[in-house]
């Protein structure tokens, strides 16, 4: 499991969700969510967004290669011994580790043991229309292996893409025995919620590349070493640690988000001469502490408003509406259980944040189903605790019972108002037409005081939307944007 993994599974609990820490479980969505996964191969290739949740990336990028040694202070420079090819790092006086072997394997070989593991993820993405930027296809051997290391048993290589678009990495115990393999795009950034955007590409915050012209050797800082180790250095700036170095940082893995922090704390790259080119360093910021919302803030909502002109047609364009998401034929009591899952997940992890979403207790009959929607097996449902004041998001797919989930307590102001899967009706407002992308405007599902536009959870695709509401006269009394889970297919 890589930093990148690690810092998408910190970054999950963004609104006291179950933390269930697959990258195809988190990754796949990109957002504040968690969901089970159906296969056990770990993919980054899921990669939509980044989270950094209680850090910041901060990093310096130095291209301009005509200023030579003398100019530069030593605690910018490496001095590499000519006979032993040791590495000192100048800045703390430290030798570097050695680095990591170069795989004695072919590279037909290479390809031969991570091919099926690589498809498999392409095939996952695929099917779930994840990651549609990754036209590259599986690796084969038009692929480039831009650098390999491990022995005769154990693996990690990279392949680069012919049109360079990808880089996918395959980490082996064995053969027939990944750990992770992961694929990364070499132009898109990614980045999650509240946290600070990182505008480097996927396979340089993946820590697999560094984004510079000209470096020969690459420093990496690991938590708790006190000494840097030294990478294997491919082409391109494409570099590995080798296939057994995360093993060592498995505990840390079981920290809470507000603990996390990654495994690989600094990068660093320099030239032939001994100049440092590229410096990556992980910081951490101590995010705002919120004033809890009191326990007996209830969940304020408008009375139902009955439509005396019901819409069918877009009153801006005349065009038909894409029908309303049809009610879930499950009853309540089936839904409660279905969801049981996915809540004794969420105790189970110990969430943190807003005490009430926990002090709400387990779910039970208590619990009211104020809005279900969707067909067969599938649905995405909303709960209201025995309180009143939490809501519970549950999505429930597919015959193994797939699922996202979320508690959310209600703001100050008793009000949720409308978030990435569901909202909240505005005051005044009888119906409500979502301008979808794919589908067009859609004719929302309104129930109980809440509305929603599809089969909110499985595959994420936010985009932000504009959302109207019209009042009973169908007149136009609500009009804004918000950012909001596009694809009503909930999967």
């Known amino acids: 499991m890589t930093d990148l993994e690690d810092l998408l599974a910190a970054a999950a609990d963004d609104t006291d969700r179950p933390a269930r820490y697959t990258v195809d479980d988190i990754v796949r969505r990109g957002r504040r969510s968690v969901r089970r996964s159906r296969i056990a191969i770990v993919s980054t290739a899921a990669l939509t967004t980044v989270a950094v949740i209680g850090g910041l990336t901060a990093w310096s990028n130095t291209l301009n290669q005509s200023e030579g040694p003398a100019g530069t202070p030593k605690n910018q420079t490496i001095t590499v011994d000519a006979k032993t090819g040791r590495v000192v790092d100048n800045e703390t006086g430290t030798t570097a580790q050695a680095p990591p072997p170069v795989s004695p394997l072919s590279d037909a070989e290479v390809l031969k043991r991570c091919k099926q593991y690589d498809k498999e993820s392409v095939d996952f993405n695929k099917e779930h229309l994840a990651n549609t930027y990754d036209k590259a296809g599986p690796i084969n051997a038009r692929w480039t292996i831009v650098v390999k290391s491990g022995d005769q048993t154990r693996l990690d290589a990279l392949f680069l893409a012919p049109d360079k678009s990808i880089v996918s990495s395959c980490t082996m115990d064995g053969p027939q025995r990944p750990t992770t393999n992961g694929r990364y795009s070499t132009t898109q950034a990614y980045w999650v919620g509240k946290a600070p955007k990182d505008q480097r590409p996927q396979a340089v915050q993946g820590n697999v590349r560094v984004p510079v012209v000209g470096a020969t050797h690459v420093l990496v800082n690991l938590a708790g070493e006190a000494t840097p180790r030294l990478a294997l250095l491919g082409p391109e700036g494409f570099f590995t ?7 060592a940082f498995a505990s840390t893995r079981k920290t809470s988000p507000k ?4 495994s690989i704390q600094r990068v660093r790259a320099y030239d032939s001469a001994g100049k440092r080119l590229y410096d990556w360093k992980w910081q951490k910021v101590e995010m705002p502490k919120l004033t809890p919302v009191p326990a007996d803030v209830k969940i304020k909502l408008q009375a139902p408003i009955t439509p005396e002109v019901e819409l069918t047609v877009d009153p801006e364009t005349g065009k038909p509406l894409v029908a309303t ?3 879930s034929p499950e009853s309540d009591d089936r839904i409660r259980t279905r969801c049981k899952k996915p ?10 944040g807003d005490q009430r979403t926990t002090g709400a207790g387990k779910i039970s009959p208590d619990w009211k189903v104020v809005l279900k929607t969707g067909t067969g097996i599938d649905f995405t449902a909303l709960l209201v605790s025995p309180g009143d004041n939490v809501v519970m998001w549950c999505h429930m797919y597919d015959k193994t019972d797939m699922y996202d989930y979320g508690r ?8 949720f108002g409308i978030g990435m899967e569901w909202g909240q009706v505005p005051d005044g407002v009888a119906q409500i037409i979502v ?3 794919k589908t067009g405007p859609v004719k929302a599902l309104i129930s109980n005081g809440y509305f929603i536009w599809g089969l909110t959870g499985g595959n994420s695709d936010l985009k932000k939307v504009r959302i109207r509401g019209y009042d009973a006269q169908g007149k136009k009394v609500y009009d804004a944007k918000h950012e909001v889970d596009a694809d009503p297919t909930g999967r």
Do not use: I, M, R, S
């Open 343 to 352: 809540d004794d997940a969420y105790f189970k992890a110990g969430a943190a």
């Open 241 to 247: 640690l080798g296939p057994t170095w995360g093993k």
């Open 259 to 262: 603990e996390w922090q990654p």
């Open 435 to 437: 301008d979808l992308p």
């Open 325 to 327: 998401p049809p009610v």
């Open 408 to 415: 959310n307590g209600v703001p100050a102001t008793g009000k």
